[in-house]
């Protein structure tokens, strides 16, 4: 599933349509009016978490990869077309994936201050938030994209890692400074990431994620499908604290 910083990179190689006007909409996605969309001119591109928004003067589109969206620019892929975009200066298809038609205004419908790449990102609001429920486990708190939004599986991953926190550790019992470094870590890493993507070096850099061996322990790293959600958590069973009841 993309994360924030996939979406950004997504944006920033999607700019160039901006000011274009849409000489062709099509695709076999839900309650989208596709014969609305032509002609609109292309006013901007926003990010919110995981979404990406094709702005125009009097809706927009929201469109979410979900899990296996892909997209093409100037390029088509052998799968079923979900929303493709054709503009003056060339197209955008999108497979696989959720989209939305918004006619709401973009700040009645999104609290910008839950993204953690967004400039009025809150990380007080965020800490606030992940403190009100001190039963849940850390590894699924850190993917509620009501409080971090754009954090995925990988950024969670390894900012447990780095700041030493067991992904079975509960919010209640993680003393307040380390919650407040968790958030701070998010945003840190979210940036990070995103460079990683623009040279194209992501894989040289996690240092838990997908790996065999703690690099500060030299262990086996444990994977197991935690929570809930059961989504998947690399971890160091020794450098990495478990936070529950009487284990502080």
Known sequence: MPEGPQMVL??????????????????NANNIPFDIMKDQELTDIKIFGKEILFCFPHFTVRIHLMLFGKYKIDGQLNQALRLGLEFENGAINFYACECRFITEPLNKVYDWSTDVMHGSFNPDKALEKLCSKPDRLICEALLDQHILAGVGNKIKNEVLFRRQVHPESLVGEIPETVMKKLVDECVKLSFEYLEWKREETENEHWEIYKKKECPRD??????????????????CDKCQKLYLPDNN
């Open 10 to 27: 997504l944006k920033e190689q999607a700019e160039h349509f901006i000011g274009q006007h849409v000489l062709k909409a099509e695709g």
């Open 218 to 235: 030299y262990i086996p790293i444990l994977k197991e499908k935690i929570g809930k959600s059961g989504r998947s958590c690399y971890f």
